[in-house]
């Protein structure tokens, strides 16, 4: 069986605010993001990582939006990687794949989740992502430009992360062995030298981190 981590116990200290409760485009950014794994036919089973005291506020969006694939609610950790330990803890014994998303992306599409999900089955690991099209700058003192990075090789990461249960695992307890703090799962999997395939997805998959990164995510969700 496939199943799906949505990591929703983040604080959003950039945002300013709980953004995952923010309404946008008809329905809180979680409920869209919780829908679209709720909706997704490759997915059996989803976990939900939240903050402690907020297990009845999940409870009763599944309620309110008839969400009615099999869930679980668990507490998260004090990092983003104690979470997802958590998550996998949750998981039912004969979940296979497991996909990790961001609560706060709430564009992800059925596709993506399905093409990280057969890249994870063949690989071990895989992770959605976007080549970078951008000039990008290296700085050493925050305020000059010290090189300039060769953009053919460089890609920007996203989530779904999707993995192998026991890979994910084994990765995450050579983390924590090492005491060492990752906010990226794919990271684990490069310390333990397990390839992770990179995902290209076809349409955006924006994450909410600031209040500017809202007017497009309302259109993105609006137009689907």
């Known amino acids: 069986m496939n199943a799906a981590i949505i990591v929703a116990a983040g604080k959003g200290v950039r945002m300013g605010s709980d953004k995952l409760w923010l309404e946008i485009a008809g329905l809180p950014v979680i409920a869209h ?10 997915i059996g089973e989803i976990i939900l990582v939240v903050r402690e005291g907020m297990q009845k506020n999940f409870a009763e969006l599944a309620a309110k939006f008839h969400f009615q694939k099999p869930f ?9 990687q104690d979470s997802v330990c958590n998550g996998l803890e949750a998981l039912g014994t004969e979940t296979e794949i497991v996909a990790i998303q961001d609560a706060a992306r709430p564009c992800t599409s059925e596709g993506l989740i399905e093409a990280t999900i057969a890249a994870a089955r063949e690989t071990g690991a895989a992770v959605a992502a976007q080549a970078v099209t951008d000039t990008i700058k290296e700085t050493d003192d925050g305020k000059t430009i010290s090189r300039t990075l060769d953009r053919a090789k460089l890609w920007s990461v996203q989530t779904p992360q999707t993995f192998r249960v026991e890979i994910i695992r084994r990765a995450l307890a050579a ?6 703090i990752f906010t990226d799962d794919t990271a684990a999997c490069e310390l333990i030298g397990q390839p992770v395939r990179l995902v290209a997805g076809t349409t955006p998959n924006p994450k909410i981190t600031v209040p500017g990164d809202l007017p497009l995510i309302e259109a993105l969700l609006r137009a689907a």
């Open 33 to 42: 993001t919780w829908k679209r794994f709720n909706e997704s036919q490759c």
């Open 72 to 80: 679980r609610i668990v507490v998260g950790g004090a990092e983003r």
């Open 175 to 180: 983390v924590r062995e090492r005491g060492l």
